[in-house]
Every structure is written in C-alpha cells, then in structure tokens.
C-alpha cells in the first residue's frame, strides 16, 4: 500500500557523481570553480576521492529551505550560516565501493591561499 505524495523509489546515476558539502560563509572567502578537492568516505575506512569546485551555491541553505527560520523574539542573533558548494569527482568510482546518497564524507577544499 502507498500512498499520495510517499516516494517509491529513488534513481541515482553512477557517472558523472558530485558531493555537496555545507561550508561555513567565513569558509569561502578564497574558495572558487575549479579548486582541487579530496573527498574522504568515512564509510570506505577513510578512502580518498579526488575532485574539484563545481559551484558554489547562490544563497545559504536556510534561503532555500520549505520553512526559513526566522527569530520573532525581535532580538538580533548573528548565526553562521552554511553555504553548499558542489565538488564533482574526477576519478572513476570503484563499483565494489560505490559513493551513495546520504554517506558521511569530510570534504577538503585547495584554495592556494596564504
């Protein structure tokens, strides 16, 4: 049994795969396209993934979400917010160990900043 609006199934393509990491604003100041990445999969024993910047995205993820939060104390609260960058896997991925959706990874960003 299923009902309206429950989803069935999800269909995930095995090429062309990316990661979204949420930085922290204060993380981005010398991060663009392009940069180098390596992705650790905690998963895989701390298998390693090298990849690249694709995007940042255009707003936080609080911007996006179906419900902001928003303080209606009236009181000011500066919180960091999060910003998520897609970083695109360059290297063809192992079919025994495969990258899945929702696997905690640590994403490692090379801005070639001082």
Do not use: C
């Not at 949420?22 to 392009?34: A, H, R």
Request: glycine residues 8%.
């Amino acid at each position: 049994m299923i009902q309206a609006g429950q989803p069935l199934l999800s269909i995930v393509p095995l090429h062309n795969i990316w990661v979204t990491a949420n930085y922290k604003e204060n993380q981005l100041e010398n991060m663009l396209p392009g940069q180098k990445a390596v992705i650790t999969v905690d998963a895989y024993g701390g298998r390693k993934f090298m990849g690249r910047v694709d995007s940042i995205a255009a707003a936080t993820g609080a911007r996006f979400s179906l419900l902001p939060p928003e303080n209606a104390t009236g009181n000011y609260v500066k919180v960091v917010q999060r910003v998520p960058v897609r970083i695109v896997i360059d290297e063809e991925i192992d079919a025994e160990r495969p990258l899945r959706p929702g696997l905690s990874v640590v994403a490692t960003v090379y801005t070639d900043a001082p």
